[in-house]
């Protein structure tokens, strides 16, 4: 790591309160304009030192031996300085001094820093993070950790040892091992980035290991639920209870685009009269952190009306009885298939459902939508609703029509 400016100056300086002509020795280290100074303990007369050229005057035998000590604390600045420079830690006149004086310079890890980077962001949680960030972090952290146990046998690493190769190792860890798929480990290898550029800007680490290294998520084909589909799905009668309300749950999301975290946490308190007079869902996502304003169409209408009376809604305060994510997985596996549906149902596929069936190919404006389902881009929503083969019939249709009557 290259300085601006090095120097190195001995000269005399006297103690507090110290008078005549003996002063003491002192080394001043001279980084980028920046000091530090520190004593070498050694006392010399004012009158036989060379201020000019910083060392003593003379040929005695007092002045060689102290001329020979200063050379030595020289060459000790210049080890030091190589010290740092193989480390890739950044040339301080501060730090030179510390090595100097047998301080051990801070050794910051990747861990350490990770985890200093997580407290902060739990910290700043409801206002600038969401809590679902906050808790890919921290998976991102202890994917890390795994990683480096297995492949370094080490409990942590140094963040001077971070190499391109440790990015690209990682990467495929958390493919193989670990069973993520491409997007997911992307996502973890972004979350570790914005941990080593941290490290990159405060001149922790000389250069970005990821540098080389392409962060691009793959586009993923979604399959929402057709109209047939979404059909069957609300006319089939269920014989067991439990089974017809995580059919209803999965419906109301369907019709209202929220995902799993957000129906599960929606309170009573959330559905409020719009200004048009009719009852809005009003929230803030749960991912993202983003205000949610939706009219509430009237299949999620009936569906609220039906369960205002459940125990769990009346104990809780919440609109819906949700279960857990696992169990309402399970019974949706099962409902596919007594409703003789190929795809995998899951709570994504209900929000992707909204966007597309419901609404878009509904002619509902894009931007509306976006706006409904919460993204902070309209890009965001331009890649979660692929336009439906029906709605690209209907628009051609319209075209075929135009170009008749000229």
């Not at 730090?95 to 047998?102: D, M, P, R, V």
């Amino acid at each position: 790591m290259l300085e601006k400016t090095f120097g190195l100056l001995f000269y005399l300086k006297p103690a507090r309160n110290q008078k005549g002509t003996v002063r003491y020795v002192y080394l001043r280290i001279t980084v980028d304009g920046k000091v530090a100074e520190l004593s070498t303990k050694k006392l010399w007369n004012t009158e036989r030192w060379n201020s000019s050229v910083g060392r003593p005057a003379g040929n005695k035998e007092d002045a060689k031996t102290l001329n020979a000590y200063l050379d030595m604390l020289t060459a000790k600045v210049y080890q030091a300085k190589k010290i740092l420079t193989e480390d890739d830690k950044e040339i301080s006149a501060e730090g030179l001094k510390n090595i100097l004086l047998g301080k051990s310079n801070e050794t910051r890890t990747i861990l350490e820093v990770f985890e200093r980077h997580n407290e902060q962001m739990e910290a700043l949680v409801g206002q600038e993070f969401a809590p679902l960030t906050l808790k890919r972090y921290k998976t991102a952290k202890e994917h890390t950790a795994s990683f480096i146990k297995w492949k370094y046998k080490k409990d942590d690493m140094e963040i001077k040892d971070l190499n391109f190769e440790f990015i690209t190792e990682f990467n495929f860890w958390l493919r193989s091992a670990r069973g993520c798929n491409h997007n997911s480990a992307i996502k973890y290898m972004s979350n570790l980035k914005k941990v080593v550029l941290i490290c990159v800007n405060n001149k922790w680490l000389k250069k970005d290991p990821f540098q080389g290294f392409k962060l691009t998520k793959k586009e993923v084909v979604k399959n929402p639920l057709s109209r047939d589909e979404l059909k069957r799905l609300t006319e089939k009668v269920f014989e067991v209870e439990r089974i017809s309300q995580v059919r209803d749950i999965f419906l109301f999301c369907c019709y209202t685009g929220l995902a799993y975290v957000d129906v599960k946490q929606l309170k009573t308190t959330d559905i409020v009269v719009g200004m048009d007079g009719e009852p809005w869902i009003d929230t803030t996502r749960q991912k993202t952190d983003a205000p949610t304003r939706i009219p509430l169409l009237p299949t999620a209408l009936d569906i609220i009306e039906k369960y205002k009376e459940h125990p769990q809604c009346c104990n809780k305060g919440v609109v819906l009885p949700v279960l857990s994510n696992q169990k309402m997985n399970a019974y949706l596996k099962e409902i596919a298939n007594l409703c003789g549906i190929s795809k995998t149902l899951t709570f994504h596929i209900a929000r992707h459902t909204f966007a597309t069936t419901v609404t878009l190919s509904n002619k509902v404006p894009i931007e509306t939508v976006s706006k409904m389902l919460g993204h902070r881009s309209l890009k965001q929503t331009m890649i979660y609703a692929k336009i439906l083969d029906v709605k690209i019939s209907e628009d051609m249709k319209g075209l075929r029509e135009r170009l008749k009557g000229k």
